[in-house]
């Protein structure tokens, strides 16, 4: 059975940081493309950043130049360094992970950002 587990939420103050980690595992194919989405509110699950197997970001707009994703993949792990927190990044981050057959979700993590 293929789990995704994402880690590292939390409550940060604006301008603060934070490193969320997302493990996928129990998986028989490759993970390729991971990504982080999130989910505020009232509103609908976006694209926060995505990252290929040979490590090509693609970032929402919203975060181009405060936040970057990176990724291991001898740990199946994916990472998301947020810097630069800003009200309205406060929501639910979810990690996905793709795989030929498949994508996976994570069951979520709280990112609250409030002074």
């Known amino acids: 059975q293929v789990h995704v587990v994402e880690s590292g939420g939390g409550l940060v103050q604006p301008g603060g940081s934070l490193r969320l980690s997302c493990v996928g595992s129990?998986?028989?194919?490759?993970?390729?493309?991971m990504g982080w989405y999130r989910q505020a509110p009232g509103k609908q699950r976006e694209l926060v950043a995505t990252?290929?197997?040979?490590?090509?970001?693609n970032y929402a707009d919203s975060v181009k130049g405060r936040f970057t994703i990176s990724r291991d993949n001898a740990k199946n792990t994916v990472y998301l360094y947020m810097n630069s927190l800003r009200l309205e990044d406060t929501a639910v981050y979810y990690c996905?992970?793709?795989?030929?057959?498949?994508?996976?979700w994570g069951q979520g993590t709280q990112v609250t950002v409030s002074s």
């Open positions: 996905n992970a793709h795989t030929i057959v498949a994508d996976y």
């Open positions: 129990g998986s028989i194919f490759t993970f390729g493309r």
């Open positions: 990252i290929s197997s040979g490590g090509i970001a």
